[in-house]
């Protein structure tokens, strides 16, 4: 099923254009982007998928922020024959209509939720208040590595895929490893995913946060800029908070990195040390979605812009021979309406 | 150490086979006064112990009634810090038993040992923590049954109907005052159905433990309040009343009577 259904393993690309145009470290992409459904969420959504039948549920719900987990859990339970219920913010509905509309495609059911800030982590609470009342015929496909305890663990293992499989790709292109992973952090599923493998080298990693319109203007996502450590949705790790331990409303132009919370793993990473953890604005991730489009001809997510927007910071500072590896999560069909609308365009006209 | 005002409730209402009457209110919604008014309401109708909500952003085992009146109350300003405060101010009023329910991440910030210290000092009771599983809660019992001058809190934790016999031991075991069985799988204010099932898991509850079980999540109605008390130790009601505050607080002295009246047969 990884390989004639998923599409794995996903290619590790050179992008030599871009590359140039940056002029210091290689810079290689992890094609997540070209697993089906178009974004590493599928690996996570179908592993559960199979877990949800083996274990005799005949409904499977979700929560989705960019609307990717959502398609990619309607596709699990289209695959396997599952009911299936997707929540999602309205606020992300309206900014990712096309996703709305692959899901109910794929035979899902879109439930809003309008209460809260209307984006990711209402659909979370919504998805857990829905899993409590219907847990004996529900399994709940908790999208990135976050919540109660197993769901961490079990999300990153699913997604620990594209580091492995990354780790034997660059050891085929260049005989040996990289010195640098970079991947936007929202709940931190693609990051884990690839960063997981490498954990016990002393490779450099570099996760990004949604910068939103900057640390200062309070409108952001950047949690281990910005936050503290809390408990929030079954975990314990960095928040953004007030000083009475309610969560704070959140900005990012991305809906898959608009999230106050973080995955507990990275809180630890970040901790000890293991991981860097910086931010992209809105701003920046706009640029770097425009130049990998046009230098590499391919149209990243606005979450994955995120990681990029590092690389284009970081590359140049770089020797030319060292390799820097980036997860490209999801491609940006999904976004090209939202983006236009910043730019302006009315598509409809 | 002083026995809490919540075991002395219970072993009196134990002595009179009588059942406890608990109603919960959010603190704050719409603002502290109108808390406090609500507060010696209830206990004028009989009241035995009133569990106050703390307004949390994300109230996960909460449903609309008690979302909204959260946000209703979180925009008065009502944080942990005021909820104790409208505490002082209940307590220079009344001695009715007082159970704050909070999510943890407000005491996680507040920090446990500071808010274990202000709330027994404000005159709280006993504190409902349904975010905080007991394996996690280690801290919080320790700290809540040291107390302080010479007062302790309650620390209820709850029971759910899929909670299977070893669960409810553990957490009838990290219990004291009582034991809080949710009589449905799902969120505050839920339909309830009395039927063979919920009978059976409450009896298996409380063969488990002999403390006081009282069952909350989906009473509504004096009806529905008659048939628990007539199988449980005390009788939980929240939406309901969060909903008839808000909506016609005329009609809600009637409801209040209604459900005391049932309870007390």
């Given at each position: 099923?990884?390989?004639?259904?998923?599409?794995?393993?996903?290619?590790?690309?050179?992008?030599?254009?871009?590359?140039?145009?940056?002029?210091?470290?290689?810079?290689?992409?992890?094609?997540?982007?070209?697993?089906?459904?178009?974004?590493?969420?599928?690996?996570?959504?179908?592993?559960?998928?199979?877990?949800?039948?083996?274990?005799?549920?005949?409904?499977?719900?979700?929560?989705?922020?960019?609307?990717?987990?959502?398609?990619?859990?309607?596709?699990?339970?289209?695959?396997?024959?599952?009911?299936?219920?997707?929540?999602?913010?309205?606020?992300?509905?309206?900014?990712?209509?096309?996703?709305?509309?692959?899901?109910?495609?794929?035979?899902?059911?879109?439930?809003?939720?309008?209460?809260?800030?209307?984006?990711?982590?209402?659909?979370?609470?919504?998805?857990?208040?829905?899993?409590t009342?219907?847990v004996?015929?529900?399994?709940?496909?908790?999208?990135?590595?976050?919540?109660p305890h197993?769901?961490?663990?079990?999300?990153?293992?699913?997604?620990?895929?594209?580091?492995?499989?990354?780790?034997?790709?660059?050891?085929?292109?260049?005989?040996?490893?990289?010195?640098?992973?970079?991947?936007?952090?929202?709940?931190?599923?693609?990051?884990?995913?690839?960063?997981?493998?490498?954990?016990?080298?002393?490779?450099?990693?570099?996760?990004?946060?949604?910068?939103?319109?900057?640390?200062?203007?309070?409108?952001?996502?950047?949690?281990?800029?910005?936050?503290?450590?809390?408990?929030?949705?079954?975990?314990?790790?960095?928040?953004?908070?007030?000083?009475?331990?309610?969560?704070?409303?959140?900005?990012?132009?991305?809906?898959?990195?608009?999230?106050?919370?973080?995955?507990?793993?990275?809180?630890?990473?970040?901790?000890?040390?293991?991981?860097?953890?910086?931010?992209?604005?809105?701003?920046?991730?706009?640029?770097?979605?425009?130049?990998?489009?046009?230098?590499?001809?391919?149209?990243?997510?606005?979450?994955?812009?995120?990681?990029?927007?590092?690389?284009?910071?970081?590359?140049?500072?770089?020797?030319?021979?060292?390799?820097?590896?980036?997860?490209?999560?999801?491609?940006?069909?999904?976004?090209?309406?939202?983006?236009?609308?910043?730019?302006?365009?009315?598509?409809?006209? | 150490?002083?026995?809490?005002?919540i075991s002395?409730?219970f072993?009196?209402?134990?002595?009179?086979?009588?059942?406890?009457?608990?109603?919960?209110?959010?603190?704050?919604?719409?603002?502290?006064?109108?808390?406090?008014?609500?507060?010696?309401?209830?206990?004028?109708?009989?009241?035995?112990?009133?569990?106050?909500?703390?307004?949390?952003?994300?109230?996960?085992?909460?449903?609309?009634?008690?979302?909204?009146?959260?946000?209703?109350?979180?925009?008065?300003?009502?944080?942990?810090?005021?909820?104790?405060?409208?505490?002082?101010?209940?307590?220079?009023?009344?001695?009715?038993?007082?159970?704050?329910?909070?999510?943890?991440?407000?005491?996680?910030?507040?920090?446990?040992?500071?808010?274990?210290?202000?709330?027994?000092?404000?005159?709280?009771?006993g504190i409902i923590v349904p975010d905080l599983p007991p394996e996690e809660a280690g801290e919080l019992i320790k700290?809540s049954r040291?107390?302080?001058?010479?007062?302790?809190?309650d620390t209820i934790f709850l029971i759910a109907p899929t909670s299977t016999p070893m669960r409810i031991k553990k957490i009838a075991a990290a219990s004291s005052g009582f034991v809080y069985y949710v009589s449905v799988t799902?969120?505050?204010?839920?339909?309830?159905?009395?039927?063979?099932g919920f009978r059976r898991h409450l009896d298996l509850v409380k063969h488990a433990t002999d403390k006081p079980v009282a069952v909350g999540f989906?009473?509504?109605?004096?009806?529905?309040?008659?048939?628990?008390?007539?199988i449980a130790d005390g009788?939980?009601?929240?939406?309901?009343?969060?909903?008839?505050?808000?909506?016609?607080?005329?009609?809600?002295?009637?409801?209040?009577?209604?459900?005391?009246?049932?309870?007390?047969?």
């Open positions: 099923m990884q390989s004639t259904y998923i599409g794995r393993p996903t290619p590790l690309y050179f992008a030599k254009r871009l590359t140039e145009k940056l002029g210091g470290a290689k810079v290689y992409l992890k094609r997540e982007d070209l697993a089906h459904t178009g974004a590493h969420k599928i690996n996570n959504a179908l592993g559960q998928s199979l877990l949800a039948k083996r274990m005799g549920k005949s409904r499977l719900i979700a929560e989705t922020g960019a609307g990717q987990h959502g398609v990619a859990t309607a596709t699990g339970a289209a695959l396997v024959g599952l009911e299936c219920d997707i929540y999602m913010g309205t606020v992300d509905m309206q900014r990712q209509a096309l996703n709305v509309f692959r899901m109910k495609l794929l035979g899902a059911t879109v439930k809003e939720v309008d209460i809260g800030s209307r984006t990711l982590k209402d659909a979370i609470n919504e998805s857990l208040r829905d899993w009342t219907n004996r015929t529900t399994h709940y496909v908790l999208g990135t590595a976050f919540g197993p769901f961490p663990m079990l999300v990153r293992d699913f997604q620990s895929i594209i580091g492995k499989e990354a780790a034997a790709q660059i050891l085929k292109a260049e005989g040996r490893p990289p010195d640098c992973l970079i991947a936007c952090v929202g709940g931190g599923s693609n990051a884990i995913g690839l960063f997981n493998e490498f954990l016990d080298t002393d490779i450099r990693m570099i996760g990004v946060e949604a910068g939103g319109k900057g640390i200062e203007s309070g409108e952001h996502a950047a949690r281990f800029a910005d936050g503290s450590i809390g408990v929030l949705q079954g975990c314990k790790t960095y928040l953004l908070q007030d000083n009475d331990g309610n969560v704070l409303d959140t900005h990012s132009v991305s809906a898959g990195l608009d999230y106050a919370s973080v995955g507990p793993e990275h809180s630890h990473l970040k901790e000890s040390g293991r991981v860097e953890y910086t931010f992209a604005t809105d701003d920046e991730a706009l640029a770097a979605f425009e130049t990998l489009s046009r230098t590499e001809g391919i149209i990243p997510a606005l979450e994955s812009a995120h990681a990029l927007a590092e690389v284009i910071k970081v590359a140049p500072v770089l020797p030319r021979d060292s390799i820097i590896i980036v997860n490209l999560s999801g491609r940006g069909d999904k976004d090209v309406q939202q983006v236009a609308k910043i730019k302006g365009i009315n598509l409809c006209a | 150490m002083q026995k809490t005002r002395i409730m072993e009196a209402l134990q002595a009179r086979n009588k059942k406890a009457f608990i109603p919960y209110l959010m603190a704050g919604d719409p603002d502290a006064g109108t808390t406090l008014q609500q507060v010696l309401l209830l206990e004028r109708c009989g009241a035995d112990i009133i569990e106050l909500g703390v307004p949390f952003s994300d109230p996960l085992a909460d449903g609309p009634t008690i979302q909204k009146a959260a946000g209703r109350a979180l925009k008065s300003g009502t944080t942990l810090r005021k909820v104790l405060s409208i505490v002082r101010d209940i307590r220079s009023q009344t001695d009715v038993p007082l159970i704050l329910m909070t999510y943890y991440n407000p005491v996680f910030k507040y920090g446990e040992k500071a808010f274990i210290h202000d709330a027994i000092h404000s005159g709280v009771d700290l040291q107390g302080t001058g010479g007062r302790r809190l799902g969120i505050t204010g839920a339909a309830l159905e009395i039927d063979e989906g009473i509504a109605t004096p009806d529905q309040a008659l048939k628990v008390a007539q009788v939980i009601v929240g939406s309901a009343l969060v909903k008839v505050f808000n909506e016609t607080p005329d009609q809600a002295e009637n409801l209040i009577r209604g459900l005391k009246e049932a309870i007390s047969k």
